[in-house]
């Protein structure tokens, strides 16, 4: 069980927007660390997406967005497309575990 | 730009000591943090550690007593040394840069990730 609370799964079709809720608490969102998201296709290494919470690295598309507020934090994709169907991570720094850690994931299913 | 490469053995027997290493290519190891990272089969990522190009690490307490991160910088390389291996180690285990700033930290990029089996 990790300290950063995902859903297990998540779907919409294509065209759509979909959030993916990160539930944190005072001892990492709270505590002022940012939230950074990535991006696991099948079979492959996960893959930065959002990182300081709402910034997008390089190629990655403006359908994808970040935000948080106090003790949660939330990843959005416009415009859901084929290709988006993979496995989300939230991650950050947990006090109280003194390590940084990942959320337990979401699987996003394209229909 | 940056491309990380794992290598190592496939197949460990319990209670060995597992040993990784990662090749940076495309930029220098130093002025950078470096990161492991595994993920058992079917299941979520768990940090394993760092090392920056000066030697100073960090690593997971719930690991701290049997890991050790190492770096050489003349090889652009940095390692992992897992001791006391059980089947809790299978994992898929990946290197990355650790980038960022204290309070904002993030993976990127990673390298493919090796998969590795403890088993007799």
């Known amino acids: 069980q990790s300290v950063l609370t995902q859903p297990p799964s998540v779907s919409g079709a294509p065209g759509q927007r979909v959030t993916i809720s990160c539930s944190g608490s005072d001892s990492n969102f709270g505590a002022g660390f940012d939230v950074h998201w990535y991006q696991q296709l099948p079979g492959t290494a996960p893959k930065l997406l959002i990182y300081?919470?709402?910034n997008r690295p390089s190629g990655v598309p403006d359908r994808f967005s970040g935000s948080k507020s106090g003790t949660s934090a939330s990843l959005a994709i416009t415009g859901l497309q084929a290709e988006d169907e993979a496995d989300y991570y939230c991650q950050s720094y947990d006090t109280s575990l003194s390590a940084w850690v990942f959320g337990g994931g979401t699987k996003l299913t394209v229909l | 730009q940056v491309q990380l490469q794992e290598s190592g053995p496939g197949l460990v027997k319990p209670s060995e000591t597992l040993s990784l290493t990662c090749s940076v290519s495309?930029?220098?190891?130093?002025?950078?943090?470096w990161a492991w990272i595994r993920q058992p089969p079917g299941k979520g990522l768990e940090w394993i550690g760092y090392i920056s190009d000066s030697g100073n690490t960090d690593y997971n307490p719930s690991l701290k007593s049997r890991v050790t991160i190492s770096i050489d910088t003349s090889k652009n390389q940095f390692s992992l040394t897992v001791l006391s291996l059980t089947a809790a180690d299978t994992a898929v285990y990946y290197c990355a840069r650790d980038y960022g700033s204290w309070g904002s930290r993030w993976f990127d990029p990673w390298g493919q990730g090796t998969l590795v089996t403890v088993s007799s």
């Open positions: 300081g919470d709402r």
């Open positions: 495309g930029g220098s190891i130093k002025k950078n943090h």
